[in-house]
């Protein structure tokens, strides 16, 4: 950020719930089937029909209201007009000015508190494509496609207190969001499917002053990355403005992923008169005891406890990056598992953190008994770091049920034997030796490059420990 | 009843009525074949005069009507409603088959599910006949609005049958079916029962599924039912009330027998009379109102004049809550996915050609009203200012019904009128619903029984009104002024002729 200026952001995160049927009807909630088969009457919009609450989504949004620490409390339903295709009734059914939670909030692994203004239940509108003319925007498309799946899946909209001051605890905040969402329960978690979808309302402002700039929302952001790079991007073309003595104009805009810039969707003084009034069609949503009973109890393992969960089994600290970045993946019952079975638990760590992590998609599939073997193997010297992390990959991308010992041998990893080890030793000492007068007068860092030359003379084969251990008796 | 068949025996209970006809068929004295045959006839007699139905379904009549008779042959029950002719009014959903709104936005469209009050009649036995003519999208008090011509009053063919439920109601008062649904919003039951010399009853809101009733306005709007007589409409009342699970507002609870004390008179019952309607009715319906109160008396009630001044805020908050609703419900008729649509260069000008060229004048009137009622910076001035209205209506009639079981009062300010005779002025047309609207507010039940002959020989309807879910007293009541009242005042009328 610009010297002298400070970002002011909070954030709106749609999160798909994840019910069985969809918010008013009995048509399943399932994505990636074909365009327009889970549909009925009522998600439709067809005349006569009705909408009947979920009653699986009421007990799901009061979880997330519970873990957020909100006030959960009676609502209601209003209607929100406006025309547009992919709206089949043309008004959205989303709660308006009587939320079910509201007043709570969201603390940041280290420490930071974010506010929790509301998080409210609400229908998803279904999905356009429009073919042909410019940028699959609506206007100027030779024609318009629209599939109603999606229309009527419930959605429950967090939306954030302006208390986040940097593109990075945005980051931080819509990962921790995440963990809680699918601790509850609430949310499959995959962004890239579009369960979790976020707006951002950025403005900046001089540092120390306490008045809010104007804001701009910023739509389309769909991953940690467009999130992050979005948040920049906008921050950094409002302080340009302000710097050049030009002012804000209160907008939408939407995030532009390939061109790396937002653009202007529509400006908010020309925004829809939502028209929002009570939904007749719904009673008064009332909390009764046995839902809000139910909503303490079920909610899973939260962040903070998984942070701490692997602190304590690997010694790590709770807000290291290796921890952090294992639960934004959900890897951590891997490592948990893993370390069950005998392998080293910081050793595990560090490998999901680094290997797994690379190959995360692929790797949902990998067995904790194959993860535990490949550790155990590295550990016992059996495989240097370098041939465990070939393993690994390869173990991995083979759908991650092999033995890696079967691997390695298939490899040709089989461990080099330590009377062939001294061989390479001498060899790499006598070829470098102002590098070894240096390590024998206990520069320690010249260390770590006989050591990489070794490893490059035996093509990875040689396992560390056993290496420095080599070194270390040849110096006495 | 003789075991007598043909048209002759299937004619005389049609005009018996709903009871009798199920009874003869479920008894297996006649068939209901035969009864739907004669109905059919009576339709095809009087459909040019009369206009009621925009569609007869004679071929899925004739197969309901068939089935009704292999189950009577085979000894099972067929149901209550056996075999009865029903007219519906064309805002019920009926299954693949073409449903409405007299509107011509809906061109096309065949609903691909029955309204729950359509599956109840014909899990009872009853045998949809047609879909009945409507002032479009239930929004009118004449019939005049449908985009496919007015509907006539079998009573003056130059006269409107009232609406918007006129198709159904001109239908029973004709005797082309003994029973018939409509729905109510601002009176669109008893207004036309009144105008064609029928029972209409308006049940609590929430005691009949609105599941497949097309909306016009959800808060307010409710099915009811029509027939010459209070114990037949109170006996379809009884086959289409009950829970409804796909309807959030429906009661979750039994609905209650009505049919068990319209017999039971109205000893000891306090009965109030509405006294602020007077000013705005004719003097036929203030007398009619007034006779039905004095044989009321006679008959053992205790009946007092009482005065509800709250009743005249009804009209004006109608006219702003149900407008917002019909704003938001009629929405979807965009050209999108169903119905008419008139193309244009992009999406917003084929929304805008294809309202504009599929919705009537009167809904295009209403849909703008209601738009800005809602609208920012209006919306406290009109839709809040109509909500704290209606929050008066209801808290009067509650303080009333402490003092009194039911209330009484004219159903509508006048007769019938001529064609014409309010097209040109909406407030005057508007006026019609007076007296019905406030306990559409309420969402309380209200029945209206023909009483009277106007000084033209038009039949006059009188309103009983009771609290929610207060239809067995109301209908005791209703009963007992039906009893008072000389059979000349009720259908079935032979249309343009005089009553038989």
Known sequence: MRDGYEMVIGLEVHCELSTAT????????????????????????????????????????????????????????????????DMPKDYQI?????????????????????????????????????????????????????????????????????????????????SELRGILVATGASDGRMEEGSIRIDANVSV???????????????????????????????????????????????????DENA?????????????????????????????????????????????????????LTGAEPVSDPIQTVIALDLDELVVAAAALGADAPLALTRAA????????????????????????????????????????????????????????????EALPSSELDAFVDEVIAANPSEWGRYLSGDPKVGQFLLGQVMRATKGRANGKLVAEAFAARRR | ???????????????????????????????????????????????ESLHCFNLVMADEAARAAEAVDTAVAAGRDPGRLAGVPVALKDNLCTNGIPTTCSSKILEGWRPPY???????????????????????????SSTENSAFGPTHNPWDLSRVPGGSSGGTSAAVAAGLVPVGLGSDTGGSIRQPASLCGVVGIKPTYGLVSRYGLIAFASSLDQIGTFAPRVADAALALEVIAGHDPADSTSFDRPAPSLLESLGAGVEGVRIGVIDDFLDDVAPSSAKAADDAAEALASAGAKVERVSIPEMLLGLPAYYIIAPAEASSNLARYDGVRYGLRVDGPDVETMNARTRAAGFGREVRRRVMIGTYALSAGYYDAYYGQAQRARTLVIRAFAAAYERFDVLLSPTTPSAAFAFGAKTENPIEMYLSDLCTIPSDLSGDPAVSVPFALDPDGLPVGVQVLAPALGEPLMLQVAAAVEAAAPPSVRGPVTPGGHHG
């Open chain 1, 22 to 85: 969809k918010l008013f009807c009995g048509s399943p909630n399932t994505f990636g089937v074909e365009p327009n088969t889970n549909i009925c009457p009522v998600c439709l919009g067809l005349p006569g029909s009705l909408p009947v609450l979920n009653r699986r989504a009421v007990e799901l949004a009061m979880r997330i209201g519970e873990a957020l620490n909100c006030t959960i409390k009676r609502s209601i339903f209003h209607r929100k007009n406006y025309f547009y295709p």
């Open chain 1, 94 to 174: 989303s709660q308006y000015d009587e939320p079910i939670n509201v007043d709570g909030h969201l603390d940041l692994p280290d420490g930071t508190t974010i506010g929790i203004v509301r998080a409210h239940i609400e229908e998803d509108t279904g999905k356009t494509s429009h073919i042909g003319g410019s940028g699959g925007r609506i206007h100027g498309a030779d024609r318009s496609l629209v599939d109603y799946n999606r229309a009527g899946v419930p959605l429950v909209e967090i939306v954030s207190a302006p208390d986040i001051r940097s593109a990075a605890d945005a980051r931080a905040y819509v």
């Open chain 1, 205 to 255: 402002r001089p540092v120390g002053s306490d008045e809010l700039g104007t804001r701009c929302e910023v739509k389309n952001l769909n991953s940690f990355r467009s999130l992050v790079r979005a948040i920049e991007y906008e921050a950094e073309r409002q302080a340009e403005l302000l710097v050049s003595g030009a002012s804000v104009t209160q907008e939408t805009r939407h995030w």
């Open chain 1, 260 to 312: 790396g810039r937002t653009h202007p969707l529509r400006s908010k003084e020309e925004a829809y008169d939502y028209r929002y009034f009570p939904e007749p069609d719904l009673v008064p949503l009332v909390p009764d005891a046995s839902l809000l009973e139910a909503a303490r109890e079920s909610a899973g393992m939260m962040p903070a406890a998984r942070r701490l969960r692997l602190a304590e």
């Open chain 1, 354 to 413: 680094n290997d797994v992590a690379a190959r995360a998609e692929a790797a949902t599939a990998l067995e904790p008994s194959a993860f535990a073997a490949l550790v155990r193997l590295e550990s016992a010297g059996s495989l240097s770091a370098t041939q465990a992390k070939t393993v690994l990959a390869e173990l991995i991308e083979s759908g991650g049920n092999a033995d890696p010992a079967d691997v390695a041998r298939r490899l040709g990893f």
């Open chain 2, 1 to 47: 009843m003789t075991a007598a068949s043909g048209p002759a025996a299937a004619g005389e209970l049609l005009d018996a009525g709903t009871a009798a006809v199920a009874a003869a068929v479920r008894a297996g004295e006649i068939t209901a074949t035969e009864v739907l045959e004669e109905a059919l006839e009576r339709v095809r007699r009087h459909e």
């Open chain 2, 114 to 140: 029955d309204a729950t009050v359509v599956t109840r009649l014909r899990e009872a036995g009853a045998i949809a006949i047609g879909k009945t003519n409507l002032d479009e999208f239930a929004m009118g």
